[in-house]
């Protein structure tokens, strides 16, 4: 059997810059989103990109692919993402085929190698990102102080558009879900991925929190699927700004 655990209300604890009245209704469940949240997502894809442009010199050597950069890299995963928004969620699939599309270029550019030749190349690039991208945990200072701080008085989960596993990352055991919306086929706005939670830990939206740093894809989205929402300001700048066309906002910024 689950302890019971001592329920806090919303707006109590640590002192936060409210931008809204602090609503009391009995929080159970705090969510985390994850990528730049709990941990630098930037800094890590950054480091994993860089070491895949090393693989790919080393593959296809010449001037064409000396002058590839990270955001050539990914300008054409986005472009890919864009072409199959709402067809394709997985990830490790998106990433393949941007690692295809700029094989792409490479041979219109003046390779002469053949599409299954680069078909081949692109999954052993996107092994390697994936590699590197998870030696790096890359977690933020204050990550497990405070997911060890919140354990004792509220179930914690991971929900997240991303595709982090917590074990790879030294999280392991700490989340009772983890939801990743590639697995649902459906993301974060979307009430959806939400009411996955609510199921998963048989709450209603009233008694969740999402803390999260996207305003559109935390707080909005939470907003709207009738949960708390707090807005973690990874940047510094203090000030939360809705989304255009939004007017929801957190009940508070940390």
């Given amino acids: 059997l689950r302890p019971v655990r001592r329920r806090r209300e919303v707006g109590q604890g640590r002192p936060c810059q409210l931008n809204a009245p602090a609503r009391t209704s009995p929080v159970e ?3 985390f989103d994850g990528d ?3 941990w630098d997502f930037q800094r890590v894809m950054q480091g994993a990109l860089l070491a895949v442009l090393d693989d790919l010199r ?3 050597p010449g001037a064409v692919t000396d002058a590839l950069t990270v955001g050539d890299l990914q300008s054409d995963r986005g472009a890919v993402a864009r072409e199959l928004l709402g067809v394709e969620y997985n990830l490790a699939r998106l ?3 941007g690692f295809a599309r700029s094989l792409q270029r490479v041979r219109r550019d003046g390779g002469d190698w053949s599409e299954a030749q680069d078909l081949v190349l692109a999954e052993q690039l996107a092994d ?3 590699r590197h991208r998870d030696k790096d945990p890359a977690l933020f200072e204050d990550t497990l102080p405070c997911l060890e701080t919140l354990r004792p008085d509220y179930r914690i989960g991971l929900l997240s558009n991303g595709s982090r596993l917590p074990e ?4 392991g055991g700490i989340f009772e879900v983890v939801v990743f919306a590639q697995d649902h086929r ?6 959806g991925i939400f009411e996955v939670v609510q199921q998963q830990m048989v709450l209603p939206p009233s008694a969740c929190v999402l803390v999260g740093d996207h305003p559109l894809n935390d707080v909005v989205g939470a907003k709207r699927s009738g949960w708390h929402a707090i ?3 990874r940047d510094g700048g203090g000030t939360y700004r809705p989304p255009p066309g939004c007017d929801e906002v957190p009940v508070a910024v940390i």
Avoid: C, E, H, N
């Fill in 128 to 130: 390697s990102y994936f």
């Fill in 95 to 97: 990433r393949r085929l």
């Fill in 36 to 38: 730049q949240t709990l």
């Fill in 186 to 191: 459906v993301a974060k706005p979307d009430r």
């Fill in 168 to 171: 790879a990352i030294g999280l």
């Fill in 231 to 233: 807005w973690i300001d």
């Fill in 58 to 60: 080393a593959a296809r």
């Fill in 29 to 31: 469940a705090v969510l």
